[in-house]
């Protein structure tokens, strides 16, 4: 489906660049900062799987959200086809398989008693900064669904935001299932 024999092509020295339509758009378009940013969670999660190697089924799932974002990033490149001629963009059926990693790792997880602070394991650390991430490409995706009627499949942007609650999820269960979380302690420090 994608081949790149070459890596840098040079046309887009002028600020632009091609969306999978062919049409060229400013680099910094709304659909090229939507799918950009969901480039960067894909990137921290590369990061997260550095340490989570030794827990098949979530590195497992892991990868598999990382290939789910590039058929999100896909939608929003306005890929004209995908497998069977259909446009590539991720499924409810993709929604749903990530509400249920979120309860299979939920279950295992204590009811929290305040906000988590970033940090308590490396991979924790990186699974709340892709939340983070996640959270910004949502916004990005919300405000070019609201200015671009084709701007954004629904599946997609439902994926988009269950993905930054697993990731959260994800982030207590890399904690020792949430025995390592750093919990908030409002108002310590005064």
Known sequence: MVVLNRIYTRTGDDGTT????????????????????????????????????????????????????FDVEADLCLAEKGPGGARLTVTDAQVDWVEREIDRLNADLAPLKSFILPGGSPASAYLHLARTVCRRAERVMVKLRDNDQDGVSEPSLKYVNRLSDYLFVAGRYANDKGASDVLWAPGQNR
């Not at 999978?20 to 910094?28: H, L, M, Q, T």
């Not at 900062?33 to 030794?54: C, M, P, Q, S």
């Open 18 to 69: 091609a969306l999978g339509s062919g049409d060229r758009r400013k680099k910094y378009d709304l659909r090229v900062e939507a799918y950009g940013t969901l480039d960067e969670v894909n990137a921290v999660i590369g990061l997260v799987r550095l340490h989570t190697a030794a827990d098949k089924a979530f590195d497992a799932a892991l990868g598999r959200i990382q290939n789910d974002l």
